[in-house]
């Protein structure tokens, strides 16, 4: 057993008992953890208000064997999430943002550029940024890193580069979009305009999604709705934070 370090981002309390808590964090340096933090719920513990959910915290960590769950140690606040007091649509949207990672992740799997992913993405939400902005590029970047982005120039089928002058076709099940000839007899196929098809690139690049915004309020319905439909498919469940807000 080795004591380390990480900085991590807390993903899910768990009450263990009246002084302890089972905590999961997604870490720089280690990926997903889950570590028993005993006495973290007294009211002078080694973790102070460190573990919040959305909070960013340094931690000090026992790494047991792969079958057994960790020990957390020490917890230190660096940055708290705020946003809560003043806009539940930046809470509800950062509780999506952990139910993806932890769905979408394994335990004990690294990704640094996910976690950088997901720290930007609390931080933005914790600003004044556009929120539904925000969900979409983290959702497409997420799936990026985690070798999941749907095909949003070629042909998922042929590989043909897919243009068009009016829509788009995208298979929910194939994994993005269709040419005319390949969408035929396809199922699950939805049907995007030209500015949502255009707006799901740029977002999914990380030089031009950085200054983006929605001018369009439909294309950005259209969008939201092709991205619950895909992310439910990837999960094989709908996500339960849709429900909080407000997605059909």
Not at 219 to 248: A, T
């Amino acid at each position: 057993m080795s004591s380390e370090k990480t900085t991590a981002i807390v993903l899910r309390l768990i009450p263990f008992s009246e002084s302890s808590y089972v905590v999961t964090l997604y870490s720089e340096d280690f990926g997903k953890i889950t570590g028993m933090a005993k006495g973290a719920r007294r009211a002078k513990s080694a973790f102070a208000s460190a573990l919040d959910l959305l909070s960013v915290c340094r931690i000090v960590f026992i790494r047991k064997s792969s079958d057994a769950m960790d020990l957390l140690t020490e917890a230190a606040l660096e940055q708290p999430f705020r946003a809560a007091r003043r806009d539940l649509s930046r809470l509800y949207g950062g509780y999506y943002v952990l139910e993806l990672i932890d769905a979408l992740t394994d335990q004990r799997d690294p990704n640094p550029s996910l976690f950088r992913t997901l720290q930007e993405t609390v931080k933005a939400l914790d600003s004044n940024a556009n929120v539904n902005s925000v969900l979409v590029r983290f959702e497409l970047n997420a799936l990026k890193l985690l070798g999941q982005l749907p095909s949003l120039y070629d042909c998922v089928e042929c590989g043909d580069r897919v243009n068009s002058n009016t829509r788009v076709a995208f298979g929910q099940t194939s994994g993005g979009v269709l040419c005319e000839r390949c969408k035929i007899g396809k199922r699950h196929v939805v049907s995007l305009s030209l500015e949502a098809i255009e707006a799901i690139r740029q977002l999914s690049n990380e030089r031009s999604a950085a200054g983006f915004h929605f001018s369009n309020p439909n294309v950005q319905g259209e969008l939201r709705g092709l991205m619950n439909h895909y992310m439910s498919h990837l999960l094989g469940r709908r996500p339960r934070m849709f429900s909080f807000m407000g997605f059909p």
